[in-house]
């Protein structure tokens, strides 16, 4: 009895899943002929490939950001890595390129100084001006072959006085500025625009920094006008008579002690030397 009524369940369900399968057969062919997709096919793709199309996604993202991300994160740091080492290349090329341009445009410069200076005048150039904090001084570099000599002295394009050498290493002289404090330099007033009463005025021309010298020493009678030049006296024997010093743009009068000073400007702004020439 148990068997039959298990025979007639197993038979009831055959016929069953045989009427399912030929009822979607007819549902799938009445959707090909009308040109839609039939519904087992929209169940199987939303209801299981759906599922698993989410999945395959979030497979795809994860691979993305723990495998190609860090590769590729890799890979641009060894680019930038390379392009700054070719950059750091490139701009030491380029400061070697531009330190001997430097170079050839000073060899060109000292050349044309060369040729064009007086035979009894070397030719230099300026290559440290002011170097010293408590010292007003320049760094000359002579032309090739050229030589100086510890108290020659140094003078602009111009002729204007600039200094003295006080120390020689090869080709490079320390120049002492009659700007500094420590220089001094005999001087004589040459009038300019008045006729003078004839008598010399003699005096000593000291460095006051900057572009600006204190003559003092002179008689408080001294006849002494503002836009007079000063000139190296000759005395002494350092400096050479008749050198360009400057113009008196200042006059000082001490009657207590019966002298007379005066502010002198230098020919030169002594902050814009370039080339000098030494001369005994």
């Known amino acids: 009895m148990l068997n039959s009524s298990r025979k007639d369940r197993t038979f009831a369900a055959a016929v069953v899943i045989i009427l399912i399968g030929i009822a979607v057969t007819v549902l799938h062919k009445a959707a090909e002929r009308r040109g839609r997709p039939d519904i087992v096919t929209s169940i199987v793709r939303s209801d299981l490939l759906g599922p698993a199309n989410k999945a395959r996604h979030a497979l795809d993202q994860w691979a993305r950001q723990q495998l190609v991300n860090p590769l590729r ?20 090329e380029n400061e070697v390129l531009h330190d001997q341009a430097a170079q050839v445009d000073t060899m060109r410069r000292m050349l044309k100084l060369a040729q064009t200076a007086p035979p009894d005048l070397r030719a230099g150039l300026v290559i440290a001006l002011k170097p010293s904090p408590v010292r007003d001084n320049a760094l000359v570099k002579l ?124 020919v030169d702004d002594f902050n814009l030397l370039d080339e000098v020439f030494v001369r005994q």
């Open 73 to 92: 994160a890799q890979r641009l740091a060894h680019e930038n890595t390379r392009l700054r080492r070719q950059v750091m290349k490139l701009t030491m």
């Open 143 to 266: 032309s090739e072959g050229a030589h100086a000599e510890k108290q020659d002295i140094v003078i602009d394009s111009g002729g204007a006085l600039v200094g003295q050498v006080v120390q020689v290493n090869g080709a490079v002289c320390d120049v002492l500025l009659i700007t500094d404090p420590g220089s001094s330099v005999g001087a004589m007033v040459v009038p300019v625009g008045r006729p003078g009463n004839g008598k010399a005025v003699f005096g000593v021309c000291q460095g006051a920094r900057g572009s600006l010298l204190s003559m003092v020493d002179m008689p408080v009678d001294a006849d002494v006008g503002v836009g007079d030049r000063v000139v190296s006296s000759g005395l002494g024997s350092i400096f050479p008579k008749g050198v360009p010093i400057g113009t008196v743009s200042s006059i000082h009068a001490d009657p207590t002690r019966s002298l007379k000073s005066a502010t002198i400007s230098t």
